[in-house]
């Protein structure tokens, strides 16, 4: 028989709010319950002890309060931190916690696979299942906070898991409604608590849906740029003949005409001979100079996979490559490659195999 019970990690505060006041409950409850999902991370009904007895047999009857299956979970040299999950479907997706010395980001996936096909991207040569609910969104942070025993909500900033990065597989504005929700139950105060200034999303430039999502949560934007002109970026992203860079630089320009603090990061992979020489990092430099956008760089590493066709740059045309940005006034620091050796690199996610 198909359950009937609805997936309550998920629901938004609203919705939570509606169903129980339809269930004749005061509008408290929504507010307490609410804290023992994402304040507290309790795994069960029963837990939640300031409920009476019968309401919990109540919520158990309306609700399922699940994790996703932890398939596989993998530490590398450097403390990166990969779980495969598994969805009540049976689809997976891989999510990736980074630590850094006194923090650390936890790079999550909304989508299983991808749509969008970029040339040198592990996940683009897997094709779209489906779209991630925004509960799994959301869930793929609480499986993270599990594992380092980070709840109740840290209220200091000396937490672990101190940032959000929306860069995991699939394209986020290709999933717009669910990571609205998501983002928005991940920053709530009185839950999660991870501060909109301390979630980046990134998107490789569905232009029409950029600001909509930026307005409706506050977080911050990163862009997949990867090249300084269409003629190449044409080649790398078949999303790049729909909406062009010019289209894209529109867009972060509306976005930051509305506060004058904010900043754009374009993410610029450092491909050996296909974007990577001095003279493309000027035509770069004048393209935003020309747009004025206020921006800072993350030149990341290439990492390879079995069957790509693109070698990473080499360290001296990364080093000045880097430095023309930085001349230009560009803060510009070059990603370091975490967890190569466990495949949880930027790029490398897939949701068939761990190895
Ligand atoms: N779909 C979104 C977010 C997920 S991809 C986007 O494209 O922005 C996260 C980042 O990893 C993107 O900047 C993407 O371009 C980068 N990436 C993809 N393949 C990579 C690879 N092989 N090596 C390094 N970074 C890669
Ligand atoms: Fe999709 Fe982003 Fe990979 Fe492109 S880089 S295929 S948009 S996940």
Same mark, same amino acid.
């Given at each position: 028989?198909?359950?009937?019970?609805?997936?309550?990690?998920?629901?938004?505060?609203?919705?939570?709010?509606?169903?129980?006041?339809?269930?004749?409950?005061?509008?408290?409850?929504?507010?307490?319950?609410?804290?023992?999902?994402?304040?507290?991370?309790?795994?069960?009904?029963?837990?939640?002890?300031?409920?009476?007895?019968?309401?919990?047999?109540?919520?158990?009857?309306?609700?399922?309060?699940?994790?996703?299956?932890?398939?596989?979970?993998?530490?590398? $040299?450097?403390?990166?931190? /990969?779980? *495969?999950?598994?969805? +009540? @479907? %049976?689809?997976?997706?891989?999510?990736?916690?980074?630590?850094?010395?006194?923090?650390?980001?936890?790079?999550?996936?909304?989508?299983?696979?991808?749509?969008?096909?970029?040339?040198?991207?592990?996940?683009?040569?897997?094709?779209?299942?489906?779209?991630?609910?925004?509960?799994?969104?959301?869930?793929?942070?609480?499986?993270?906070?599990?594992?380092?025993?980070?709840?109740?909500?840290?209220?200091?900033?000396?937490?672990?898991?101190?940032?959000?990065?929306?860069?995991?597989?699939?394209?986020?504005?290709?999933? $717009?409604?669910?990571?609205? /929700?998501? *983002?928005?139950?991940? +920053? @709530? %105060?009185?839950?999660?608590?991870?501060?909109?200034?301390?979630?980046?999303?990134?998107?490789?430039?569905?232009?029409?849906?950029?600001?909509?999502?930026?307005?409706?949560?506050?977080?911050?934007?990163?862009?997949?740029?990867?090249?300084?002109?269409?003629?190449?970026?044409?080649?790398?992203?078949?999303?790049?003949?729909?909406?062009?860079?010019?289209?894209?630089?529109?867009?972060?320009?509306?976005?930051?005409?509305?506060?004058?603090?904010?900043?754009?990061?374009?993410?610029?992979?450092?491909?050996?001979?296909?974007?990577?020489?001095?003279?493309?990092?000027?035509?770069?430099? +004048?393209?935003?100079?020309?747009?004025?956008?206020?921006?800072?760089?993350?030149?990341?590493?290439?990492?390879?996979?079995?069957?790509?066709?693109?070698?990473?740059?080499?360290?001296?045309?990364?080093?000045?490559?880097?430095?023309?940005?930085?001349?230009?006034?560009?803060?510009?620091?070059?990603?370091?490659?975490?967890?190569?050796?466990?495949?949880?690199?930027?790029?490398?996610?897939?949701?068939?195999?761990?190895?």
């Amino acid at each position: 028989m198909m359950s009937d019970k609805i997936e309550i990690i998920g629901l938004s505060k609203k919705e939570l709010e509606d169903i129980l006041s339809q269930m004749g409950e005061k509008k408290f409850r929504a507010k307490q319950i609410w804290q023992w999902l994402y304040f507290r991370g309790v795994q069960n009904f029963d837990e939640m002890t300031n409920l009476s007895k019968d309401l919990r047999a109540t919520l158990k009857n309306h609700f399922i309060l699940n994790r996703p299956k932890i398939i596989a979970e993998q530490i590398s $040299k450097d403390k990166t931190h /990969k779980w *495969l999950l598994e969805f +009540s @479907d %049976g689809e997976r997706v891989e999510t990736v916690y980074i630590p850094e010395a006194d923090r650390g980001a936890v790079c999550i996936s909304t989508q299983v696979g991808c749509a969008m096909g970029c040339k040198f991207c592990h996940t683009g040569t897997q094709t779209l299942t489906r779209n991630l609910t925004a509960g799994e969104i959301v869930s793929q942070f609480m499986v993270a906070r599990d594992s380092y025993h980070e709840w109740p909500s840290p209220t200091d900033e000396t937490r672990y898991l101190s940032n959000i990065v929306i860069m995991g597989m699939g394209e986020p504005l290709q999933n $717009k409604e669910n990571v609205i /929700k998501a *983002l928005n139950i991940l +920053s @709530d %105060g009185d839950g999660i608590a991870i501060s909109r200034r301390r979630i980046t999303m990134s998107t490789c430039g569905i232009v029409p849906e950029i600001n909509d999502v930026l307005e409706k949560t506050g977080v911050r934007l990163a862009i997949s740029l990867h090249a300084p002109n269409n003629t190449i970026r044409n080649t790398l992203m078949p999303i790049n003949k729909v909406y062009s860079i010019e289209k894209i630089l529109e867009a972060c320009q509306k976005y930051q005409s509305k506060d004058g603090s904010r900043y754009v990061t374009f993410e610029y992979l450092m491909l050996d001979k296909i974007n990577d020489s001095v003279q493309q990092a000027q035509e770069l430099v +004048s393209l935003l100079k020309k747009y004025k956008i206020r921006a800072t760089f993350n030149l990341i590493p290439f990492n390879p996979w079995e069957g790509s066709a693109f070698k990473p740059s080499t360290h001296e045309a990364i080093k000045s490559f880097a430095n023309i940005l930085q001349k230009a006034g560009f803060a510009c620091p070059v990603r370091v490659a975490r967890g190569q050796d466990i495949s949880a690199a930027c790029g490398q996610l897939k949701s068939k195999t761990i190895s």
